[in-house]
């Protein structure tokens, strides 16, 4: 049985989802207009560093922290703001921007190029 390939899946999201330039990000952010959330694990947090004032939410509970019948929902995720999220290549972002549209979330995108492009761009990083 042949499987699809991740990057098809990724691919498909990214042609089905809204992404931001880091430069929208960042002026949505900095406007109060947008929560930034960073998908990645810790140990990626611990050893990058952390996009500023974004709000963590481990790529496995994603789903169970946005969904407000979830026994683990965040009231964090409960905005009437953009959900902007981004992982470290935009890759994991991408799909869980669309299993975030799947269950009907409205005003969701992620950030392109994900951190390992904000840090290249020599953008703001917290320790």
Same mark, same amino acid.
């Given at each position: 049985?042949?499987?699809?390939p991740? &990057?098809?899946?990724?691919?498909q999201?990214?042609? #089905?989802?809204?992404?931001?330039?880091?430069?929208?990000?960042?002026?949505l952010?900095?406007?109060?207009?947008a929560?930034?959330v960073?998908?990645r694990?810790?140990? #990626?947090? #611990?050893?990058?560093? @952390? *996009? /500023?004032g974004?709000? @963590? =939410?481990?790529?496995?509970?994603?789903e *169970?922290?946005f969904?407000?019948a979830? /026994?683990?929902?965040?009231?964090?995720?409960?905005?009437? &703001? &953009?959900i902007v999220? *981004?992982?470290a290549g935009?890759? @994991?972002?991408?799909?869980?921007?669309?299993?975030?549209?799947?269950?009907g979330?409205?005003?969701?995108?992620?950030?392109?190029g994900?951190?390992k492009?904000w &840090? #290249?761009?020599g @953008?703001?990083?917290? =320790?």
């Amino acid at each position: 049985m042949a499987i699809t390939p991740v &990057k098809d899946l990724v691919m498909q999201a990214k042609a #089905e989802i809204e992404t931001l330039s880091r430069d929208e990000t960042w002026r949505l952010a900095q406007a109060g207009e947008a929560l930034v959330v960073d998908i990645r694990d810790p140990r #990626e947090l #611990e050893r990058e560093g @952390r *996009f /500023p004032g974004a709000y @963590r =939410a481990p790529r496995g509970m994603l789903e *169970f922290w946005f969904d407000p019948a979830s /026994p683990y929902h965040k009231e964090a995720l409960a905005t009437d &703001k &953009k959900i902007v999220l *981004f992982c470290a290549g935009a890759w @994991r972002s991408s799909l869980a921007a669309k299993a975030l549209q799947d269950m009907g979330a409205e005003n969701i995108a992620e950030m392109e190029g994900g951190f390992k492009a904000w &840090k #290249e761009d020599g @953008r703001p990083v917290e =320790a």
